[in-house]
């Protein structure tokens, strides 16, 4: 048994290698095969096995290789193919195939009934008995229904019944054998010619099966190839032995390029063929016989007249091939090419023209190719190079022309291949001066060739040479003058600049002039001027204006003036012109205004300044009485007291006081700050919640803050009040809602932007940007927006010095203010800090208004003003201080080195009559080297402060102070480590 597997495996290798890798036992050559390997293989072991059985006396030697031979042969006959049907086992599905498998278990249970039937002891044993010969049937009928699988399953069931039927119940076939080895042999032969017949027919059947399923993929595909094909068609005709012909498949482009349908064509091919042009018909006939008579490939290009009586060209291609009984198959495709056959026919037009041309041409026309050998040259080139034009086809320039000028025409050449540009060259020869322009021929998007064409530019370059120098010298006078003259002929209509003209415009010389670009240079608010002054020069007026114009990205101003030429009737027919840049003349006037305008801002802000910082000191001294005695009157009273609303209304007209004071010395750059280094984005963020509650719900915040903004020193209150006066401006400009942007950013500013937009230097700022989607403002609101006491609110909702304040305090930081605004488009204001190279310090959130802490430390108060000094007394009692008081350094002096408790902190005004407070601080740090100063006042004037800014180091409250500000300032400056 073991050899048998081996012996069918060996079988199944040598095929393997007649027929291929992919065995299935599908096709009549691989059943020879087989039948081939069996024979072979079991020749050479049926030897080794009778001569093994001849030497042991066992058996003949003839007999057993017979009965060896033929039995393994049988069994690898059957072995074989069982195990290749099977191979793919693990492809095959129960529940797709339930019914092939139903219909396979029938045919091997009938199969090996009627095997078993046909081995009888009981009945005469001849070779002519009918029985064995119905199981044929049975499995041809197998074959045709089943396939393979169930023959091989079949011929193994019938071998395992031959064999148990034969040895071991010793039963023969009906066809007889009276010993074993003729049983065997009988039973073997039956087998053998069962499974030759089964196998051959189940091949013979998948073979033509797939034969019919490749030929169906073949003209599917050739369906879809033929189908998609834009402009032709493909098909197959079968040619008869008789010569007869029909089409026996055409694709659907047969309508769209011959007019006919496919139906048509299929029922009568005449249909097809009676299109082709009568002149055409016999060479169309001569190239397919050729064809068919060397059985090759044959192209044709033919003519056809449509039904509709187009005319159009057709390319046909077609292969015969030789079926196998005997008529011949066409595999053809035939396409539309009239449209190449008319683009061939313009390019031999074109040829005809373009020769003519290079015989007749007076410009000197050359082709040459990637070698910079001559390929065409226009027939005067015989003159010019002395030559017959035959002779000169071919050269390189060495060959034409001398050798300097040919090395550089040589170079220029190589850098119109390489680069594949146009190359302009003026060149010398004999005394002549040429002018040649070389340009690349690009095929398949490369620069493969030049070509160029030559002018003879002898007299026209004199003649340019003298006009050319005039021109310089004229052109020179006007550079220096910077005055530009114009021509403009009417007749012509054509306009002519010189070149300083082209300068003062900005627009490179040459370029084409009309009207409308002569008014698009001008500045957009002049236009509507200069055109309507030319117009009234052209009907008669003088032209002599100054207006304004866009160079480039400047302004100038200049200055036109004009003359008109009149023919013999009186009409014009040109003007004379020039234009002269005024614009530093401009500049100086309006400089002189400018400074005139900031001599005049600088006393006003001056006299405004003196006015504010005389009333300060003595006014906010008042306003800290009044201020401090109604909160102290009001802690004295019961939560709901009525009185307390009067109080509260005097509350609130002492803060509009407040605010007018404090807005005053702002404007006036004299209010006393603290800057520190911050961060823009702290404040913004500490303002959300405020601004959201002034602005209202109807408009959206939106805020941009630079992520990693650069620090600035600025007075924290100070900005809290622009960002929150330029919102509530906002809110006022958008009534029925909108959008406020507020935004940071880090920018550079250049020397440009400096030089247009005074009074900023270049350098690193900080932009704080607030817009809104407001009703905006015009021109003449924005001229007076900054100055004091203007405002266009109505009367009792504006003092007119909000963006005054603004302005001041941008100044006083050192930065810039600029706004943007048109009517009805909103309003951007731009605000510009320089850039400080320091850490910013963090921002506290303000506490509770009604925190009060106090101390009980020692505190020497000085202040001139009696009602102040006894409020600050009573509010520091009342904070549970030990407190001395004195109402001038003199003799608070005498307090201090007089006391028996050392004094931890002193509160003085600064300005006093005789001895000011930085005075009587530096004489109590003698006393007391560890005592803390705090300064007070309304207008410390320069004291402690200069140009408003604190001196570094010193400890301030500005007057008018609240209870709770003065309490939380003490404890601020107590706390601190080190005194100021």
């Known amino acids: 048994m073991t050899a048998n597997i081996l012996e069918s495996f060996g079988s199944a290798w040598l095929i393997t290698l007649l027929c291929g890798q992919k065995i299935r036992f599908n096709r009549i050559r691989e059943i020879f095969a087989l039948i081939l390997a069996a024979a072979v293989l079991n020749f050479f072991t049926g030897l080794i096995g009778a001569g093994t059985a001849a030497l042991s006396q066992t058996a003949s030697f003839w007999n057993f290789l017979g009965l060896w031979w033929i039995g393994d042969g049988l069994g690898i006959l059957i072995v074989t193919p069982l195990i290749v049907a099977w191979s793919d086992f693990k492809d095959f599905s129960f529940k797709k195939d339930w ?64 064999v148990t039927s034969n040895t071991v119940i010793a039963v023969p076939l009906l066809w007889g054998g009276d010993t074993l080895p003729d049983r065997l042999i009988l039973a073997q032969m039956f087998l053998g010619v069962a499974s030759f017949a089964g196998l051959m027919m189940a091949a ?65 091919p005449m249909k097809l063929y009676g299109l082709t042009v009568k002149e055409d018909i016999d060479k169309l006939i001569a190239a397919e016989e050729l064809a068919l008579k060397e059985m090759k490939q044959f192209n044709h290009i033919f003519r056809i007249r449509k039904p509709d009586g187009q005319i159009r060209w057709m390319e046909l291609s077609s292969s015969p091939s030789l079926l196998p009984d005997g008529r011949i198959l066409w595999n053809g495709i035939q396409m539309d090419v009239t449209e190449r056959m008319k683009t061939e026919e313009a390019l031999r037009e074109n040829e005809i023209i373009f020769s003519s041309f290079m015989e007749h ?30 002779n000169a086809l071919g050269k390189n320039m060495d060959e034409l022309f001398p050798s300097d000028l040919a090395k550089s025409m040589v170079e220029d050449d190589k850098r119109i291949l390489e680069k594949g540009k146009v190359v302009k060259t003026i060149e010398e020869l004999a005394g002549k001066t040429y002018e040649t322009t070389k340009f690349p021929v690009f095929i398949d998007g490369k620069p493969n060739m030049l070509a160029g064409f030559t002018l003879d530019i002898t007299e026209r370059k004199l003649t340019l040479d003298a006009l050319k120098k005039s021109e310089e010298n004229l052109n020179r006078a006007q550079s220096v003058a910077h005055i530009g003259s114009w021509y403009l002929d009417l007749l012509k209509n054509n306009l002519i600049w010189s070149d300083e003209t082209y300068h003062i415009f900005s627009l490179p010389v040459g370029t084409p002039l009309t009207y409308e670009l002569f008014l698009s240079c001008i500045f957009p608010e002049d236009r509507e001027y200069v055109d309507k002054s030319w117009l009234a020069a052209l009907a008669g007026a003088p032209y002599d204006i100054e207006h304004r114009i866009l160079s480039g990205d400047n302004v100038k101003w200049v200055r036109e003036q004009a003359e008109f030429e009149y023919d013999a009737d009186g009409k014009k ?3 004379i012109g020039t234009v002269q840049d005024i614009t530093e003349i401009k500049h100086a006037d309006e400089e002189r205004k400018k400074l005139q305008e900031q001599l005049q801002q600088a006393m006003k802000m001056e006299a405004v300044g003196r006015l504010a910082g005389g009333i300060a000191h003595d006014f906010n001294n008042l306003l800290t009485a009044i201020q401090g005695n109604i909160e102290i009157a009001k802690m004295d009273l019961r939560p709901h007291d009525p009185q307390i609303l009067h109080l509260d209304e005097a509350m609130n007209a002492v803060d509009s006081a407040v605010s007018l004071t404090r807005q005053l010395l702002t404007f006036s750059r004299k209010q006393v700050i603290e800057p520190k280094v911050l961060n823009l984005n702290d404040i913004i963020n500490n303002l959300r919640k405020m601004l959201h509650r002034l602005i209202g ?59 247009t937009h005074p009074p900023i230097q270049s350098g690193e700022y900080v932009l704080l940007q607030i817009s809104d989607t407001g009703c905006g403002m015009s021109c003449e609101v924005k001229d007076h927006l900054f100055e004091p006491f203007f405002t266009t609110k109505p009367k009792g909702l504006g003092t007119g010095l909000g963006l005054a304040t603004i302005f001041g305090i941008v100044r006083q930081a050192g930065g810039s203010i600029e706004v943007y605004s048109e009517s009805g488009t909103g309003t951007a204001f731009k605000i510009y800090l320089p850039k400080f190279d320091e850490a910013a310090v963090r921002l506290k959130a303000d506490g509770s208004e009604t925190d009060l802490p106090g101390g009980k430390e020692t505190i020497l108060l000085v202040e001139d003003e009696g009602s102040v000094l006894k409020l600050a007394l009573s509010i520091l009692e009342r904070l549970g201080y030990r407190v001395y008081s004195a109402s001038s350094a003199e003799e608070a002096l005498i307090l201090a080195e007089g006391s028996r408790n050392p004094v931890d902190l002193l509160i003085t005004d600064v300005v006093m009559p005789g001895m000011n407070g930085r005075e009587l601080a530096d004489k109590m740090v003698k006393i007391y080297p560890e005592i803390k100063i705090l300064y007070t006042s309304g207008y410390p004037e320069n004291v402690i402060a200069h140009h408003g ?27 601190k480590d080190s005194s100021s």
């Not at 090996?112 to 002891?121: A, E, G, L, Q, R």
């Not at 604190?950 to 706390?975: C, H, Q, W």
């Open 99 to 162: 019914k092939w498998i139903v219909e396979t278990t029938i045919f091997i249970v009938i199969w090996c009934i009627i095997s078993w039937m046909i081995y009888d002891t009981n009945k005469t044993n001849s070779l002519l008995h009918p029985q064995p010969y119905f199981l044929y049937l049975l499995l041809i009928w197998g074959a045709l229904r089943l396939g393979l699988k169930s023959i091989t399953l079949a011929l193994a069931a019938g071998f395992v019944i031959a």
């Open 204 to 268: 013979s059947i998948e073979e033509k099966s797939s034969a019919e399923k490749s030929a169906l993929q073949e003209r599917e595909r050739i369906k879809a190839m033929g189908d998609n094909i834009p402009n032709g068609m493909v098909y197959q005709i079968i040619s008869g032995k008789d010569g007869g012909k029909h089409f026996e498949y055409v694709s659907a482009g047969v309508e769209r390029i011959n007019g006919v349908t496919a139906e048509e064509v299929l029922n009568d």
């Open 697 to 755: 719900e109807n408009i959206k915040i939106q805020s941009i803050l630079e992520d990693n903004l650069w620090s600035v020193k600025v007075d924290a209150g100070q900005f809290e009040q622009v960002i929150i006066n330029l919102a509530i401006n906002s809110r006022d400009a958008m009534p029925d809602g909108g959008k406020l942007i507020i935004e940071t950013a880090n920018v550079f500013i250049d020397d440009e932007y400096s030089k």
């Open 361 to 390: 041409s007076p410009v000197y026309v050359f082709f040459k190719d990637k070698n910079i050998r001559t390929l065409r040259l226009s027939r005067n080139y015989e003159q010019m190079l002395g030559m017959p034009l035959e």
């Open 949 to 975: 800014m604190l001196d570094e180091g010193l400890n301030f409250i500005g007057k008018p102070y609240t209870m709770s500000t003065l309490a939380k300032k003490i404890r601020e400056v107590i706390e």
């Open 573 to 575: 027919i040109g003007g």
